[in-house]
Nanobody
Framework: QVQLVESGGGLVQAGGSLRLSCAAS????????MGWFRQAPGNERDFVVS????????YYADSVKGRFTISRDNAKNTVYLQMNSLKPEDTAVYYC???????????????WGQGTQVTVSS
């Protein structure tokens, strides 16, 4: 079992930046593929990006490619999401998740954080 706690959300103007963090505790962090998902009101929880156990491989949703960057520090048990050039449509609750296998579907991720709100004003 791993516990995940997100931080770093907030209100930002369009074009601005935010950096989300997800701190993990419990089982060995480096055993897990880590992902970020987001959920806007009335929408499904959608895949945003994932990163491999070593951090050497990443996969981005088309909607964020070139604007968002995921990274991880296994020594600090933390995964980060740097979000640049934010748009109003990026407004959502952002969730950190851990998976043994990786992928882009919710079912692939066994452990979830509580989420952090990101609001982008126009």
């Amino acid at each position: 079992q791993v516990q995940l706690v997100e931080s770093g959300g907030g209100l930002v103007q369009a074009g601005g930046s935010l950096r989300l963090s997800c701190a993990a505790s419990g089982r060995t962090f480096s055993n897990y593929v880590m992902g970020w998902f987001r959920q806007a009101p009335g929408n499904e929880r959608d895949f945003v990006v994932s990163i491999s156990r070593s951090g050497g491989s990443t996969y981005y949703a088309d909607s964020v490619k070139g604007r968002f960057t995921i990274s991880r520090d296994n020594a600090k048990n933390t995964v980060y999401l740097q979000m640049n050039s934010l748009k109003p449509e990026d407004t959502a609750v952002y969730y950190c998740a851990a998976s043994w296998s990786g992928g882009t579907t919710r079912n692939a991720y066994a452990f979830w954080g509580q989420g952090t709100q990101v609001t982008v004003s126009s």
